[in-house]
């Protein structure tokens, strides 16, 4: 039996009031969402400077289409979905970008990261960048922002299924690079 | 799911908090730089659109007249289409200069004589009253001139020559 993709409306509570295409909402809805989203977005890209810049893209386009936003949809979990679309296409332009240092790097014996960089940087960030951000989004959806399947469901616009897989295939991937005792 | 309430999860779950927390994410602008950043990527395209454009457009030029080999067939359509002449009816650009670089020498030689004409015409009174009232006056002054003396040819005196001066 096919699975119907929840809508947000069904299982997302609204946090706050807005109006479609009010703009004093739509900066109320900035000011209020603006760090989570770029946090989500830091663990699809990788970068805070690159989420800063997806989550001004986001919002960027979120602004265009507020006045077509409805009002039933939760305001958060919709601009969650244009910000989580935003970074897959970033992380596709970044994929093309990165092809011809790609192929000048064939035939190179793979260097390890840098020592240094190693000690500084956070171990769990650069492994959820490795993911597909497809991956990576439904992870940090449930483990940062403490939505249920079905909720993701809702946000991506995917049945429960998808998002189960997704964090099921996220999770053994991560396991294989982390290790089995979550001591990174 | 097999790996819900596991340690891994609990583990990544409180990973994932202090590592995204510990980013330090700049408060949002009061300036609304989502609406400034909009308009200026809309600029970017269209600018974008026309230069990318105007290239495609220049290099599809080039090679059609190059495949063409007469480069000139596309210059004089263009050329008829702006209502310019067209190429045709001009000289040929190898014999462009000498043509053109003589009609311009005698022109420039040709313009004193013809301003020195055309001078009187727009003020023509000034120049042969003052050179010709002392010829004439002395004449005046002695209306039976000498018989030998010839008198000046009537072409010099409406006015000087060029190299008069």
Aim: net charge neutral.
């Amino acid at each position: 039996m096919l699975e119907r993709a929840a809508t947000p409306a069904d299982v997302l509570p609204a946090l706050a009031h807005y109006t479609p295409g009010v703009p004093a909402d739509f900066d109320r809805l900035y000011r209020a969402s603006f760090a989570r989203v770029v946090r989500t977005l830091a663990s699809i890209v990788g970068s805070l400077e690159a989420a800063e810049d997806c989550a001004q893209e986001a919002f960027t386009r979120a602004y265009r289409a507020w006045p077509n936003w409805e009002a039933r949809v939760p305001a958060e979990a919709w601009l969650h979905r244009i910000a989580v679309n935003t970074a897959i296409s970033y992380r596709r332009r970044e994929q093309i970008r990165s092809l011809p240092s790609l192929l000048m790097r064939l035939g190179v014996p793979p260097t390890g990261p840098d020592p240094a960089e190693r000690v500084h940087t956070r171990a769990l960030l650069p492994e959820l960048r490795r993911l597909p951000p497809k991956q990576a989004a439904a992870v940090v959806l449930r483990y940062y922002h403490g939505y249920s399947n079905r909720e993701i469901a809702a946000v991506l616009g995917v049945s429960e299924r998808t998002v189960g897989q997704r964090i099921s295939d996220a999770l053994a991937m991560l396991r294989s690079r982390l290790g089995e005792s979550g001591s990174f | 799911m097999e790996l819900v309430d596991g340690s891994f999860e609990r583990a990544l779950g409180r990973h994932l908090r202090a590592e995204l927390d510990a980013l330090n994410v700049a408060s949002p602008a009061t300036a609304r730089p989502y609406a400034r950043r909009g308009s200026m990527r809309y600029a970017w395209a269209v600018g974008r659109t026309l230069a990318v454009g105007l290239a495609v457009a220049l290099l599809l030029g080039s090679v059609a007249a190059f495949a063409s080999g007469d480069p000139g067939k596309f210059v004089s359509s263009a050329e008829r289409s702006l209502g310019i002449p067209p190429f045709d009816d001009k000289p040929p650009i190898g014999s462009l200069k000498s043509p053109s670089s003589r009609p311009s020498e005698s022109e420039g030689r040709a313009r004193p004589s013809s301003g020195s004409q055309s001078e009187p015409a727009e003020s023509p009174t000034p120049e042969p009253t003052q050179r010709a009232s002392p010829e004439r006056e002395s004449p005046e002054a002695s209306p039976s001139p000498e018989p030998g003396h010839s008198p000046e040819p009537p072409e010099h005196s409406p006015g000087p020559l060029p190299g008069d001066d």
